[in-house]
């Protein structure tokens, strides 16, 4: 099945760390595709935050990371800022589609 | 800098058509493969359709196949998305965005350009 999983939200308090993890199948990210992650502010576009599993676009805080195995991959933020608050997507291609693949979206809360 | 305005979208009747044009500016629109994506008021993103660089490659999402239909004039530096037999199902806020990859090499494509969006309300 076609799916990226994603929890629907998290939550962590200032300076803590949290991730946040989407999980494929073999038709995505097990079969060896890149991951990548979107940040969206309330009200506005989707911004690129990680691409190619682990890489950082430039002016992306180095607080963001991201990481990939096997049919998974997470996305790690450090020293939670109350700006962070926003929903995350992870993305990535899927053969049996023949086209990209959002996860459902994390909401995540700066409590 | 890149710049991707997208324009078209209103309130629309069930089983009508619209068309969506996104204008690009700032980079050379004809080498790079585009998508439109979309998301439901309240939901997560949709991909919806990809586009090479010269028109010649269009993919498709399963919910819009045989409905909507990409198309390119390089020549106005516009990506277009022409929908027709709307469904309540489609109402949704578009986005035109650019794929970081300048060959047709979709199982590597990302989005590192977004437009604005613009909202279609699919409503009797």
């Known amino acids: 099945q076609s799916v990226l999983t994603q929890p629907p939200s998290v939550s962590g308090a200032p300076g803590q760390r949290v991730t946040i993890s989407c999980t494929g199948s073999s038709s995505n990210i097990g079969a060896g595709y890149d991951v990548h992650w979107y940040q969206q502010l309330p009200g506005t576009a989707p911004k690129l935050l990680i691409y190619?599993?682990?890489n950082r676009p430039s002016g992306v805080p180095v607080r963001f990371s991201g990481s990939r195995s096997g049919t998974s991959a997470s996305l790690a933020i450090t020293g939670l800022l109350a700006e962070d608050e926003a929903d995350y997507y992870c993305?990535?291609?899927?053969?049996?589609?023949?086209?990209?693949?959002f996860g459902g979206g994390t909401k995540l809360t700066v409590l | 800098q890149v710049q991707l305005v997208e324009s078209g979208g209103g309130v629309v009747q069930p089983g009508r058509s619209l068309r969506l044009s996104c204008a690009a500016s700032g980079f050379a629109f004809s080498t790079y493969t585009m998508h439109w994506v979309r998301q439901a008021p309240g939901k997560g993103l949709e991909w919806v359709t990809v586009?090479?660089?010269?028109?010649?490659?269009?993919y498709y999402a399963d919910s819009v196949k045989g409905r909507f239909t990409i198309s390119r004039d390089n020549s106005k530096n516009t990506l277009y998305l022409q929908m027709n037999s709307l469904r309540a199902e489609d109402t949704a806020v578009y986005y035109c965005a650019r794929d970081v990859t300048e060959q047709w090499l979709p199982h590597l494509g990302y989005f590192d350009y977004w437009g604005q969006g613009t909202l279609v309300t699919v409503s009797s």
């Open positions: 190619g599993n682990s």
């Open positions: 586009i090479s660089h010269d028109g010649s490659n269009k």
């Open positions: 993305q990535s291609y899927d053969s049996s589609l023949s086209g990209s693949l």
